[in-house]
């Protein structure tokens, strides 16, 4: 079936660092992927996508590249801030039942002023 | 455009007692989700209607979840009777075709 993995938080940076989450999927077929973040008492949010190999997401400063030949899309982000301060969620859609998405763990980021 | 609402936004019941959760997803999105999302966990499914069709169930614990959703439009979601590990927030969640969900604030099910 399918899965996604990311890597294992928390993640505490300081503001401005560069930023890095991992995600590795295993899909049959040619999932869409989502990352998806979660701020403090609230719901997750759609932060960016791509729908195809080679395909970047961008969005709020973040961005994704869907790479198959590695089954990977990372989350990066140039420079932190403590706004970003959330938890992480990677996630696909195999697109063959209408949209049903597998999500990972999530990765929780701390930023410090 | 309004968002996914869901009601009520906490709860507190005790184990062996009955709850029931109501999502109203965005107009016009023939999907909708339930997703149980267990502290330090991703959300994982429950549920998926397509209008007021089942989808996918397959993970549903039948015995003691059910859901429906009326008219293709809002849905409820019950647990009866509530076990302790049913502690989790219940995410509603609509979509339109596979660009992506869009989630309610969740229900936060506490079972004592």
């Known amino acids: 079936g399918n899965s996604v993995t990311q890597m294992e938080g928390p993640v505490t940076l300081s503001e401005e660092a560069f930023l890095t989450i991992n995600c590795t999927y295993t899909?049959?077929?040619?999932?869409?992927l989502f990352w998806y973040v979660q701020y403090p008492g609230e719901g997750l949010q759609l932060l960016l996508k791509?729908?195809?190999?080679?395909d970047k997401g961008s969005n709020k400063g973040f961005e994704a590249t869907y790479r198959k030949e590695t089954t990977s899309f990372h989350l990066e982000k140039g420079s932190v801030q403590v706004s970003d301060s959330a938890v992480y969620f990677c996630?696909?859609?195999?697109?063959?039942?209408?949209?049903?998405?597998?999500f990972g763990d999530g990765t929780t980021l701390t930023v410090k002023p | 455009e309004a968002g996914v609402a869901q009601s009520p936004r906490y709860k507190i019941i005790e184990k062996r007692q009955s709850v029931a959760f109501w999502c109203n997803p965005i107009?016009?999105?023939?999907?909708l989700y339930w997703y149980q999302q267990i502290l330090g966990q991703g959300p994982k499914l429950l549920i998926q209607?397509?209008?007021?069709?089942?989808?996918?169930d397959s993970q549903l614990p039948k015995d003691r979840f059910s859901a429906e959703r009326l008219k293709g439009v809002d849905s409820t979601l019950k647990i009866q009777p509530a076990k302790l590990e049913d502690s989790a927030v219940y995410l509603c969640?609509?979509?339109?075709?596979?660009?992506?969900?869009?989630f309610g604030s969740g229900t936060r099910l506490t079972v004592v």
């Open positions: 969640a609509s979509s339109l075709g596979s660009n992506g969900y869009t």
């Open positions: 899909a049959t077929g040619y999932p869409s």
């Open positions: 791509a729908t195809k190999a080679d």
């Open positions: 996630a696909l859609s195999d697109g063959t039942n209408a949209g049903k998405s597998t």
């Open positions: 107009s016009g999105h023939a999907t």
């Open positions: 209607f397509q209008n007021n069709g089942v989808v996918d």
